[in-house]
């Protein structure tokens, strides 16, 4: 079965209004949560690494209080797009890992099923 | 900066021929290299893991292999079966540090017919 459930899989919204995606480790504590975009026909492209407890370290062109990241537990972590526009309409997945100190040896990595979000 | 290039970006094969995919990234300093199987509107699947030191696996009618120094990974898939057909994406993994980001390559799709 899935070691990281990500919901909901696909969302269709209006321009302006909010959107939360959310990202589940389900056997697994995950220290580190990774966001990701991805548009039609191009790769996946990191927007933010989130840590359990801390703020969300953001990639260098993607706003922050445009795509609040929410790291409170070790097995949730939540992706919310604020007023919403069609620039936006993305496949959106997530990445945990149960990375520990000292390098990534242990380290697994696994990924949601992704959200495809369509703004109208 | 670490970048991924895969080529051909898509690739139409009969069913039953062997095929290589290939990728290749501009840093040759990198801890590992990952390839991923990913279906229309899904997730990511993990086929094959490569450490640095590591020159190729294997798993089943899959085989990946690296070359740190020159920067290239290719995957081959033999006896390609239609339910092959997917976009599959080669990442790295720039450095040992925990909780550190893939970087992935755009992919290439390949469509296998019967």
């Known amino acids: 079965g899935a070691v990281v459930s990500q919901h909901p899989s696909r969302v269709i919204c209006k321009s302006g209004t909010s959107v939360k995606i959310e990202c589940r480790s389900l056997?697994?504590?995950?220290?580190?949560m990774f966001w990701y975009r991805q548009f039609p026909k191009q790769s996946l492209m990191l927007m933010a690494t989130?840590?359990?407890?801390?703020?969300?370290?953001?990639e260098q062109g993607v706003e922050k209080d445009k795509f609040l990241i929410n790291h409170a537990s070790l097995t949730l972590s939540t992706l919310t797009v604020t007023s919403a526009h069609p620039e936006d309409s993305s496949f959106y997945i997530c990445?945990?890992?149960?990375?520990?100190?000292?390098?990534?040896?242990?380290?697994?990595?696994?990924f949601g099923s992704g959200t495809q979000l369509s703004v109208l | 900066k670490q970048e991924v290039t895969q080529i051909p970006a898509a690739l139409s094969v009969p069913e039953g021929e062997n095929l290589v995919l290939n990728c290749s990234f501009t840093?040759?300093?990198?801890?590992?290299l990952q390839w991923f199987r990913q279906d229309p509107g899904k997730g990511l699947t993990s086929l094959l893991l490569?450490?640095?030191?590591?020159r190729e696996q294997t798993s089943g009618r899959l085989n990946a292999s690296l070359d740190k120094s020159s920067g290239r990974s290719t995957l081959y898939i033999a006896a390609s079966q239609p339910g092959d057909s997917a976009t599959y994406l080669c990442?790295?993994?720039?450095?040992?540090?925990?909780?550190?980001?893939?970087?992935f390559g755009k992919g290439t799709t390949l469509s296998v017919s019967s």
């Open positions: 990445s945990a890992t149960n990375a520990i100190q000292g390098g990534g040896s242990f380290e697994k990595l696994f």
């Open positions: 056997d697994f504590q995950a220290t580190t």
């Open positions: 989130s840590n359990e407890g801390s703020k969300a370290t953001y």
């Open positions: 990442a790295v993994r720039p450095f040992n540090q925990a909780g550190t980001a893939l970087i």
């Open positions: 840093d040759s300093a990198i801890y590992n």
């Open positions: 490569i450490q640095s030191s590591q």
